[in-house]
Every structure is written in C-alpha cells, then in structure tokens.
C-alpha cells in the first residue's frame, strides 16, 4: 500500500509539472473533434459484414463502461448521419478517407502527449518521415479500434446465440448475462488501452507495467463515470445552462476521461522507473 501511494505521490507531482492540465485540454478537445468521424468509419466498414443497427448496438456496449448517458445519446445522434454503404459511390469513398484522415488526428495528439510525458527524445528525421511514420501508426490503431469493436459486435452475437441454449440446461437471470457483458466490455477497453500505451510511444514498456497500467485506467474511468454521474444528479447542467446542459456535460466528462489518461500515462513511467530504481 506504501508502494501504491508513493507512485501515485510522484505521479500527480510530475504531471502538474509537465502541465498535464493542458495536455488533457488538448486531448479532450481532439476526442470531440476525431470521436464523431472515428464511430462513423467504424460503422461504415462494419456495415459491409454486419448490419449498422448491431453495430451501433455494440458500440454502445462497448463504450458503456466509460460513458455517460450524455455521451450515449450524443451517440444516437451521431449514428442518424451515417452514410449509406449499399451502393460504393465516389462520395462514399471520399467520405471513408475523411473519416479515416481526421479520426487519426485523436491517436496523434495521444501520441504526442505520452512522448512528451514519458521523455521521449526524438530521432532527427526528415518532416516527410516524422508525417508519415506517425500518421500510418494512427491509421493503423484506427483500423485496430475498428477491429475490436467488431470483434466485440461477433462476440455478443455468438453469445446471444448460445444463451438461450445454456438457459435450457441451467437457470441464468438477467444480472449474471448483464455482469458477464460488461466484464467483457472492460477487458477488451483495457486491452485496447494497453495497445494504445505499447504501440504510440516512440520507445517501447514492458507489458508487465503496461498491462496493469492499461486496467488500472479503465477501472478509474468507470468509476469516474459513476462519480461523475453523482455529480451530474446534483449539479444538474441540464436546468442550469437549459437546452445546451447535456453538451456542457459531455464536454465536461471528456475532459474527466482525458485527465485521468494523462495522469495515467505518467503513472505508467513513473511505475517503470521505480520499479527500475527498486532493483537496483
């Protein structure tokens, strides 16, 4: 428990004075510019296998963890602006690489912030290298964001599937079904997130500090949903700032996230090092 507290000290310590304040800021903003078109690329593509209204439903649930009702039905909004994917038209094209073009922006501005935070010293390179190199990582961890939620959409369908048949052999009500998805849920963001904290870095952790790290923020996220949630109840943005509340809200929950990522990403170094320190 020392140990914990005493990492968790030196966290908070070094990411005021890398300015994480700003850095979350930063990272908030690119969520709320890259998130829109991010869930629209991913239905789009999931939609040549899988129908859009099962996608969107496994997007909810994969996202449930860590979001607000805000952000749910900012979602739903989202959702009634995706393009239409039966017949591949010029349009269509274009509209699947500005998706694909600003959904990279997010994994960027990711990637920037755990260099900057994790003291990443930068090799000279040519701008079209730096351009490139960083751009086709973030394109990559997009088409990787898509997989996952697709993987998750196949899992709920097989699990649904074989429900019904489990159900006949032994009793299950529905909180032990609602508990096993979100579970699920959770480890699949963890693991997302741990891709995240491997793959965007210029240097490359060890995933024995990864992967608790990576767990460890999706478990602060989903508490600070409900903290957040208790908030909400007494602040109510929605009676005090009327028809514009929610937006305050989400705005409001997405800089949260984005501070706790910060801190997070500083915890994951600063967990290295003193593990590093310790065995020495």
Do not use: C
Not at 124 to 135: C, H, L, P, T, V
Not at 202 to 230: C, H, N, Q, R, W
């Amino acid at each position: 428990m020392k140990k914990i507290i005493e990492i968790f000290g030196k966290t908070v310590h070094k990411w005021r004075y890398d300015d994480g304040i700003t850095y979350s800021a930063a990272l908030s903003f690119m969520i709320l510019m890259s998130f829109p078109a991010l869930i629209l690329f991913v239905i789009s593509i999931s939609s040549f296998f899988l129908k859009e209204k099962v996608i969107q439903e496994s997007i909810i649930h994969f996202i449930s963890p860590i979001a607000t009702q805000s952000t749910i039905n900012l979602l739903h909004i989202i959702f009634q602006h995706i393009p239409n994917t039966n017949i591949i038209t010029f349009s269509l094209l274009i509209s699947f690489i500005l998706f694909l073009w600003t959904s990279t922006n997010l994994f960027l501005q990711l990637q920037k912030t755990i260099n900057i935070m994790w003291g990443v010293s930068h090799e000279e390179k040519s701008w079209y290298e730096k351009a490139i190199g960083k751009r086709k990582t973030a394109l990559i961890t997009v088409l990787v964001f898509t997989f996952f939620v697709f993987m998750v959409t196949i899992f709920e369908l097989i699990f649904s599937s074989v429900l019904p048949e489990i159900g006949q052999i032994l009793p299950i009500s529905s909180w032990i079904v609602q508990a096993l998805t979100s579970i699920l849920n959770f480890i699949i963001v963890s693991l997302f997130l741990a891709y995240l904290y491997r793959v965007l870095p210029d240097i490359k952790m060890e995933y024995k500090f990864i992967i608790p790290s990576s767990f460890l923020t999706a478990g602060l996220i989903t508490l600070g949903k409900y903290v957040f949630s208790i908030y909400l109840m007494h602040a109510n943005p929605t009676g005090l700032y009327g028809s514009i509340g929610s937006l305050i809200a989400i705005f409001l929950w997405v800089f949260f996230i984005s501070v706790i990522v910060t801190i997070m990403i500083e915890f994951t170094k600063i967990y290295e090092e003193y593990d590093y320190m310790h065995k020495l």
